[in-house]
Every structure is written in structure tokens, then in C-alpha cells.
């Protein structure tokens, strides 16, 4: 790491918003073990996210070892494989993406962004964090006790969750799952809260909610939706775990397993189908919505041009985060629901797609004719765009249920939410380190190594993915181990899997490269200055680099500006950042 | 799942209601200088605390009504057997509803006095002890040891109720009714017991030396989680009392079908 200190501290006049008492920590462990400090926090949950990540993409190469070369390998039965896609799928979607996005990006860009020394509750923080780790500790935890993890499905179905013929239904695997999940959201809550008062209390003077950069509405948002969802999941955990230790009959209808009458009787597994997918959709929307707003800001930096729409970007944050809470129920149409309800989820699901569309088109139009860097980031940044609009067009597929029903549960579903939530967040994710990097650690990336890692990752994703639509037409189902010899199913599927699990290992294995980038650049990085992108957001305009304890010197920054205003006719430089005061006189610029 | 989409509803529509209020039609790229810095920067202008406990009454209130909502589309199953409440709980509704009364009075004398400090010029960042500031000072801190003590008692006549079931051979794991009726108790005394913490801490600042309107926002708090938490516990025995059943509900079905 190198520190910089920026050269021309810009001249502003005196914030007068009322300063908040800093916490000051005093020994080591309170520095950077115990850290209230919100840059920290989010070094620490992006640190263990990605850790976490890492086994989750080991999974999927164990997976693919059996998708693509059955029986060959001794150590994969059924019961192992399931459980590798569950603890997969579970570790991508819950443990990754949204503590990284929601905890790690959140964490470091919200104050710095609207201007504030730290978040609001800074102790609370803290302890979200340490939650947080507590959950990923109890959900390693689970591979070692023995029947090892759960094998439900990331979905985690009654009743099949907590049988003995589940691996982990009978152990302590899904009693694990379900305690590490309940932790993860009492964590994120305390994380949430946070996100939510600091944005709306924490601003500086200036900074309008209509100033705000579209990373900070993104993530917003999001954090308000997850706030909403996460109670549907800790609801239905909870009741699990009462009919898994206590045998009540929530979800549990009467079951006769291996000849035995269970004592459970009368409980609805549509139930637990639909308070999870009110926390499952919302779900995907808590992993696009801080993406969407990343990609916005990432496209204007390095095309150097202003948003397309900013305004509508926003309403369409919002209209998108809002409408994703009536739509959970098309994940379902195979559940025997009543046509109505079918047409009327179908319908919303449709609606919803408008604001994503608006998005797409802001997107393009942002980039018509500007003076667009092909850089990483910006590389990235495109990455997501057409991986979105991929995964958005096979979703209008899906949300039709005559469409969906003959494909539900078929590998065309699995490269769906791939497609959209997979990959494409994955993409901004990287994008976004490759753009902030050099803010946390003052040195940049190594940039050809970053292209060779987006090239390997792009055109990997498109060759997993792409084929695996392919199969799922075919009526290939998921959560298969084996295939055996189906009759509808051609010999080019045993081809295409084996091809598919090739391009997996060379896109895991690619990902060795960014960790070797982020380990070298972190001590022989160029040094990148305190603007490397020349941005407008107030992040790049701290007096120091990397941020210093209240990230802005002795006074806040004050806010001119909207945070787009880049190659601007006249300006010293080609753009204007949010605390320059340009022109005083004048009333307008660009 | 209505009974969750109409709380949602009403959470979404305030949070809209708020944004609607930030100028949401502003174009910020023609609005830049020093004259339009404060142009509708409006923060929120409750204190940061309030916000929060705000937020943490929306994901409570979240949690709840999905519990009801389950309850609802559960008690459609034949298996249902709709289990007679304990008379016990109307006396520990008067238990919680009192609470909530005491700290909305301890909560009107403390504002007061911290009016009365202020027109006396003696301004309220003074650090002034409520105690020592005559009979005010004692009925306020008075008033938050009865609440404390209502809601102890709220707590053990929840425990009692508890206990009484068990006798009857009414379990955790017998009827689904049970199951619920102690899920969602119990949830509802973890919640009482968190904010207790919060409660005895308040009660025990308003005794020493301290500056009054940093308790008086103290109590503010702990008054509205408390009414939350009364208002969760009536509709939490509406629900359970299975008036649902209504003649009304009958109707509107019929009129349906
Ligand atoms: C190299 C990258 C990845 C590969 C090769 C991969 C591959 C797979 C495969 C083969 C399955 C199992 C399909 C089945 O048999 O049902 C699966 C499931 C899943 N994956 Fe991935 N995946 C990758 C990244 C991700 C990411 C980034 C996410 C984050 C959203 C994700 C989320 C899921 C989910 C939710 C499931 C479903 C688990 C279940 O069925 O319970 N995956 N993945
Ligand atoms: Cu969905």
C-alpha cells in the first residue's frame, strides 16, 4: 500500500453540519480486529466473503467433475454431489454476493460517497460483522460433523429437507444450515440498519438524495428490500428448525418413511415455498440492484460522459425494488397453484422487466459516443451488460407459465439465474475491485493480467452457459448426479458436459490470477495517485489515499454538483467533481 | 399472505410518501453552485436513533405478519383445532398496556420539564440530573421503574400462561394452533426482553447525572417500542382467537366463487 496525499486539497468553504463524536480506537485489536471503522469493516467482510466464495467455486468444480465425466471419480456418490450443489448454490447467493455487496461494498463506499466520517451506528457494525463471520463459522462448521453438510438444495423444500434420505436431513447438517442462516440475518440486520440511517441522516451538506451517485441508490435499495425479504427466511428457518427439533407440523405433512408412520401430520410445504421465494426474488433484486448502480458509475468514469437519465435511473431503482416484492410466486408454477394466481404473477413478472429495460437502454445510450476507455473495469462493466440482457431475455421465457412449466427444473433454469445472477453480478463485482482498488490500497491494478482475467472469465462463462440452455431444451433435469440412458436424451449432451466442465476448470482456475493480481499489486502496484479515473464522486477527493480515520480531512466536504459531470466544456480538467465549486456565479453548467 | 402485503404496503408507501418529498423530479445536471446547496437537502429531521429504531419497527412488523400470514393460510388445513386462550393473557395484556401508558407519561413530564429548563434559560445541553430537579425529576424516574416492573410482571404472567398450557397437556408440538400460539409468544417476549435491556439502561441514566434531553430522547424511544410491541401483542391475539372465521370472510368467499 502506498499513501498519497492529494496535492490540491479543493478549496471549500466550511461545511456546517454538525460533527459527530469519532470513535477513536487506541490498541491494534481495536484497530483492525475489533474495528468500528466502517472502511474496515468492509476490508473484513469482502476478505471473508471472498474466502468463502472461493470454497463455493471449488463446489462447482466438484460438480462438474460428475457432470462431465460420470462414475470416473470414486469420491462422488449422489449423496456428496447434492451436497455440493446445495452448499454451492447457498454460498453464492447468500454468503458471497450479498455480504459483499451489501457488507463490503456498502460499507466502504456509503460514507465515503455521501460524504460522511462513518456510518451511523458504528459499534453496531462492528458486531454485524462479527455475526456475519459467527454464520460462515457454523456453515463451514456443517462439513465436518459427521453425515457432513446439508443436501437439500439451496431452496431447502420441505419435507424432503429434514428426512433421512436428505444428507444432513437426520444429522446436524441441516440443523447448521438453518442456525447459520438465522445468524447471517440477525447480522445483516444490525449491517442494514446502518446502510439505511447513514444514507438518509448521514449526508453531507449539498448532497441531495437526487446528488447521490447511483452506486449509493443501488445499494440502497437494495438494503431496503433485504431488510423486508430477510424476515420471510428467518420465519421460515425458524419454524424448520421447530419441526426438525420439536416436531411440530409446520411445514411437515404425515409421512410414512421407510415403513414408519412419522409423528408429523397436516403441515404445508407450499407454505415454506412461498415465505421463501418472498425472500428468494426480492433476492435476486438485493444482488442486481447494487450491480446495476455500480455498472451505472462505472460506464460514466470510464466512457467519460454523464449518465443517460440519471432521473429515471432512480425511479427505476426504486419502481424495480418495489415491484420485486409481488412476484415470488413465479417460482411456483409448477406448485398447483390456481391459474388466476399464475396469470396474475405472470403479469407483474412482465411489468417488471420494463424499468430492467429502461436500465439496459440508459446503459447504451450512456456509452453512444463517448469516450469510451477499454480498460478493465470498463471491460467488466460491458461484460454485464450483455450477460444481463442475456439472463433478462431467457427470464421473459420463464415468466410465462406455459413456457416455464416444461422447462421448471431443467438445466435451461439453471443457466438462466446463472446468466443473471451469477455471472453477471460476479462481473461487477470484479469490475467494481478492478475501479476501487486503487482507492483502498493507493496502488493500481496490474492491467494486463486484469484483461487476460476478463477475457478468461467472459468467454469461459459464455462457454459453460451457453450450452447448458441447450441441454436444459432437451429436457435435461438439474440436481441429477448421473443421466443414465434416457431415451430423450441425445449423445451430445455427454459431449457438451464434458466440454462444459472443461471450460469450468479454466474459468476456476483463471480466478487464481485475479488473487495473484490483488497479492502482487498490494505491494507492487503502481501507485495511483488519489484520482487514478479522474471521477467526480467524493471518494476520489479525500485528502488522503488510502482514507484516513474519518475519511475527509478537518472538514467535510461540501456538495456542488451532481456526480456526472464529466467532459465538461471549459473545466481544467475534463470533468467536475461533486465538492468543486466551478463557477460560483453561475447557476448551471453543462 | 395479504395480512404481510398490507404491512408491506403501508411500509412501502411511507418510504415512497418520504422520497416523494426529495424532490425526485429535480435535474440535478442543470442544478450545480453554491445557491442551490442546501435546495432540498432535506435530511430526515428525527434523530439518527429514532430512524433506526423506525427501521428495526419495520423488520419486526415484517416478521410478525408473515407469522400471521403462515397462521392464516396454516389454519386452512383440516387438521386444525382452534385452542382456547388462557384467560391468563388479558391480565398480561392490562400488565404491558399499562407499561406502555407509564412510559408515554414519564415520557410527557420529562418533555416538559425540558421545555420548562429551556425557557429558563438554563438550556438543555447543562448537564442537569431529572432527579434533582424536584418532583418532576423523582415522578419521571418513578414512572420508568413501574414500567420496568409491569413488564417483568407482563413477562412472568406470559411464563405462567406458558407453564398452565403445558399442565393441560397443551405442547409446542401438539395442535398447530399450540405451535403457533408459542411461537409466536415466545417471539414476542424475546422482543419484550431486548428492549428491556434498552429500558433498564434508560431507567437507570435518569438517576444519575446526565443531560436531560438525551434522556428524554432515550424514553421517546423505549415509549414507541413499546406501544409497537403492545399493538403486536393485540393483533397477535386477533389472530389467534380466529375471528378470521367471520361471517364476513364467509361472505366475501362466497361472493368469490
Ligand atoms: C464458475 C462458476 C460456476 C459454475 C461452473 C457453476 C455451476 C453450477 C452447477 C453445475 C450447478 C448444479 C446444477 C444442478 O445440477 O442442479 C449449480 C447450481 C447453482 N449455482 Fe452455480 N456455478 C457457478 C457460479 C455460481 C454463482 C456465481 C452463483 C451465484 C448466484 C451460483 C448459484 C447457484 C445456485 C443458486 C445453484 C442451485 C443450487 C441448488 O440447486 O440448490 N453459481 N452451479
Ligand atoms: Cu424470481
Known amino acids: 500500500m502506498v499513501e498519497t496525499e492529494n496535492t490540491s486539497p479543493p478549496s471549500v468553504p466550511p461545511a456546517e453540519v454538525e460533527e459527530v463524536e469519532l470513535y477513536h480506537a487506541t490498541s491494534f485489536w481495536t484497530k483492525y480486529v475489533f474495528s468500528q471503522d466502517a472502511k474496515i469493516i468492509a476490508i473484513q467482510y469482502s476478505g471473508v466473503a471472498i474466502a468463502i466464495g472461493f470454497v463455493a467455486l471449488?463446489?462447482?468444480?466438484?460438480?462438474?467433475?460428475?457432470?462431465?465425466?460420470?462414475?470416473?471419480?470414486?469420491?462422488?456418490?449422489p449423496e456428496t454431489y447434492y451436497q455440493f450443489v446445495t452448499m454451492h448454490g447457498m454460498i453464492m447467493v447468500v454468503y458471497l454476493l450479498t455480504a459483499l455487496f451489501l457488507g463490503g461494498f456498502g460499507n466502504y463506499l456509503i460514507p465515503l460517497m455521501i460524504g460522511a466520517r462513518d456510518m451511523s451506528f458504528p459499534y453496531v457494525n462492528m458486531l454485524s460483522f462479527w455475526i456475519y463471520f459467527l454464520a460462515v463459522l457454523v456453515l463451514v462448521g456443517s462439513f465436518f460433523v459427521p453425515g457432513g453438510p446439508?443436501?437439500?438444495?439451496?431452496?431447502?423444500?420441505?419435507?424432503?429437507?429434514?428426512?433421512?434420505?436428505?444428507?444432513?436431513?437426520?444429522?446436524?447438517?441441516?440443523?447448521?444450515?438453518?442456525?447459520?442462516?438465522?445468524?447471517?440475518?440477525?447480522?445483516?440486520?444490525?449491517?442494514?440498519?446502518?446502510?439505511?440511517?447513514?444514507?438518509?441522516?448521514?449526508?453531507?451538506?449539498?448532497?441531495?438524495?437526487?446528488?447521490?451517485?447511483?452506486?449509493?441508490?443501488?445499494?440502497?435499495?437494495?438494503?431496503?428490500?433485504?431488510?423486508?425479504?430477510?424476515?420471510?427466511?428467518?420465519?421460515?428457518?425458524?419454524?424448520?428448525?421447530?419441526d426438525r427439533l420439536l416436531e411440530t407440523s409446520f411445514f411437515m405433512p404425515?409421512?410414512?418413511?421407510?415403513?414408519?408412520?412419522?409423528?408429523?401430520?397436516?403441515?404445508s410445504p407450499i407454505l415454506f415455498q412461498h415465505l421463501f421465494w418472498f425472500f428468494g426474488h426480492p433476492e435476486v433484486y438485493i444482488v442486481a440492484l447494487p450491480a446495476f448502480g455500480i455498472v451505472s458509475d462505472l460506464i460514466s468514469t470510464h466512457a467519460r460522459k454523464n449518465i443517460f437519465g440519471y432521473r429515471m435511473m432512480v425511479w427505476a431503482i426504486v419502481g424495480?425494488?418495489?415491484?420485486?416484492?409481488?412476484?415470488?410466486?413465479?417460482?411456483m408454477y409448477v406448485s398447483g397453484m390456481h391459474p388466476y394466481f399464475g396469470f396474475f404473477f405472470a403479469t407483474t413478472t412482465l411489468i417488471i422487466a420494463v424499468p430492467t429495460a429502461l436500465k439496459v437502454y440508459n446503459w447504451i445510450l450512456t456509452l453512444w459516443n463517448g469516450n469510451i476507455h477499454l480498460n478493465t473495469p470498463m471491460l467488466f462493466s460491458l461484460g454485464f451488460i450483455v450477460t444481463f440482457l442475456n439472463g433478462g431475455l431467457t427470464g421473459l421465457f420463464l415468466g410465462n407459465v406455459i413456457v416455464d412449466i416444461p422447462l421448471s427444473d431443467t438445466m435451461f433454469v439453471v443457466a438462466h439465474f446463472h446468466m443473471v445472477m451469477g455471472v453477471a453480478p460476479i462481473l461487477v463485482v470484479f469490475g467494481a475491485i478492478y475501479h476501487w482498488f486503487p482507492k483502498i490500497s493507493g496502488r493500481m491494478l496490474h492491467e494486463g493480467l486484469g484483461k487476460i482475467h476478463f477475457w478468461v472469465t467472459f468467454v469461459g462463462s459464455y462457454l459453460i452457459f451457453f450450452p447448458m440452455h441447450y441441454i436444459g431444451l432437451v429436457g435435461v433435469p438439474r440436481r441429477y448426479p448421473e443421466l443414465g440412458d434416457a431415451a430423450f436424451i441425445p449423445d451430445s449432451v455427454a459431449t457438451l458436459n464434458s466440454f462444459i466442465s472443461l471450460a469450468a476448470f479454466t474459468v476456476g482456475v483463471a480466478q487464481i490470477l485475479f488473487l495473484y493480481n490483488?497479492?502482487?499489486?498490494?505491494?507492487?502496484?503502481?501507485?495511483?495517485?488519489?484520482?487514478?479515473?479522474?471521477?467526480?464522486?467524493?471518494?476520489?477527493?479525500?485528502?488522503?489515499?488510502?482514507?484516513?480515520?474519518?475519511?475527509?480531512?478537518?472538514?467535510?466536504?461540501?456538495?456542488?454538483?451532481?456526480p456526472y459531470d464529466y467532459s465538461v466544456p471549459g473545466a481544467a480538467e475534463d470533468f467536475l467533481a461533486q465538492n468543486d465549486p466551478g463557477s460560483l456565479d453561475s447557476g448551471s453548467s453543462t | 399472505m395479504t395480512v404481510v402485503l398490507i404491512f408491506l404496503a403501508v411500509v412501502l408507501s411511507t418510504s415512497i410518501w418520504w422520497l416523494s418529498h426529495q424532490r425526485l423530479g429535480a435535474k440535478p445536471w442543470l442544478e450545480s453552485g453554491l445557491k442551490n446547496l442546501d435546495h432540498g437537502s432535506h435530511k430526515v429531521s428525527l434523530p439518527k436513533a429514532k430512524i433506526g429504531l423506525l427501521v428495526v419497527l419495520a423488520v419486526v412488523g415484517m416478521l410478525f405478519t408473515l407469522l400471521f400470514s403462515s397462521h392464516f393460510m396454516r389454519q386452512e388445513i383440516e387438521d386444525w383445532r382452534s385452542m382456547p386462550l388462557p384467560n391468563m393473557l388479558w391480565v398480561n395484556g392490562i400488565l404491558l398496556l399499562a407499561a406502555s401508558l407509564y412510559l408515554q407519561s414519564a415520557l410527557v413530564v420529562a418533555r416538559r420539564q425540558a421545555t420548562r429548563l429551556k425557557i429558563l434559560g438554563r438550556g438543555t445541553s447543562m448537564?442537569?440530573?431529572?432527579?434533582?430537579?424536584?418532583?418532576?425529576?423523582?415522578?419521571?424516574?418513578?414512572?420508568?421503574?413501574?414500567?420496568?416492573?409491569?413488564?417483568?410482571?407482563?413477562?412472568?404472567?406470559?411464563?405462567?400462561?406458558?407453564?398452565?398450557?403445558?399442565?393441560?397437556?397443551?405442547?409446542?408440538?401438539?395442535?398447530?394452533?399450540?405451535?403457533?400460539?408459542?411461537?409466536?409468544?415466545?417471539?414476542?417476549?424475546?422482543?419484550?426482553?431486548g428492549g428491556l435491556v434498552a429500558l433498564f439502561h434508560t431507567t437507570a441514566l435518569a438517576g444519575s447525572d446526565t443531560q436531560l434531553h438525551k434522556i428524554v430522547n432515550k424514553i421517546d424511544l423505549c415509549a414507541l417500542y413499546w406501544h409497537f410491541l403492545f399493538f403486536i401483542w393485540c393483533a397477535m391475539i386477533f389472530v389467534m382467537l380466529g375471528w378470521t372465521y367471520d361471517p364476513l370472510i364467509e361472505l366475501c368467499k362466497r361472493v368469490i366463487s
Open chain 1, 320 to 331: 424495480i425494488g418495489a415491484l420485486s416484492f409481488i412476484v415470488w410466486a413465479h417460482h
Open chain 1, 518 to 562: 490483488v497479492f502482487w499489486s498490494l505491494r507492487k502496484g503502481r501507485p495511483s495517485g488519489s484520482n487514478p479515473w479522474r471521477a467526480t464522486t467524493l471518494e476520489w477527493q479525500t485528502p488522503h489515499t488510502p482514507p484516513a480515520h474519518g475519511n475527509f480531512g478537518p472538514e467535510l466536504p461540501l456538495v456542488y454538483r451532481w
Open chain 2, 127 to 193: 448537564p442537569v440530573s431529572i432527579e434533582n430537579n424536584g418532583k418532576h425529576g423523582n415522578s419521571v424516574k418513578s414512572m420508568l421503574i413501574n414500567a420496568c416492573i409491569l413488564t417483568v410482571a407482563f413477562l412472568i404472567g406470559q411464563s405462567i400462561t406458558w407453564y398452565e398450557l403445558n399442565g393441560n397437556g397443551i405442547f409446542l408440538s401438539g395442535n398447530p394452533s399450540s405451535s403457533f400460539f408459542y411461537v409466536l409468544t415466545g417471539l414476542h417476549g424475546l422482543h419484550i426482553i
Open chain 1, 254 to 267: 404425515s409421512l410414512v418413511e421407510f415403513g414408519d408412520q412419522l409423528s408429523y401430520g397436516g403441515g
Open chain 1, 150 to 242: 446439508t443436501g437439500a438444495g439451496w431452496t431447502l423444500y420441505p419435507p424432503q429437507a429434514i428426512l433421512s434420505g436428505t444428507p444432513g436431513g437426520k444429522g446436524l447438517g441441516i440443523i447448521l444450515m438453518l442456525v447459520s442462516l438465522a445468524l447471517f440475518i440477525v447480522g445483516f440486520t444490525m449491517g442494514g440498519l446502518n446502510y439505511v440511517v447513514t444514507v438518509l441522516q448521514g449526508r453531507t451538506r449539498g448532497m441531495t438524495m437526487m446528488r447521490l451517485p447511483l452506486t449509493v441508490w443501488g445499494i440502497f435499495t437494495a438494503t431496503v428490500l433485504a431488510l423486508l425479504a430477510f424476515p420471510a427466511l428467518l420465519v421460515a428457518t425458524v419454524m424448520m428448525l421447530f
Open chain 1, 58 to 77: 471449488v463446489l462447482s468444480s466438484l460438480i462438474r467433475l460428475q457432470l462431465g465425466f460420470p462414475e470416473m471419480f470414486d469420491f462422488i456418490t
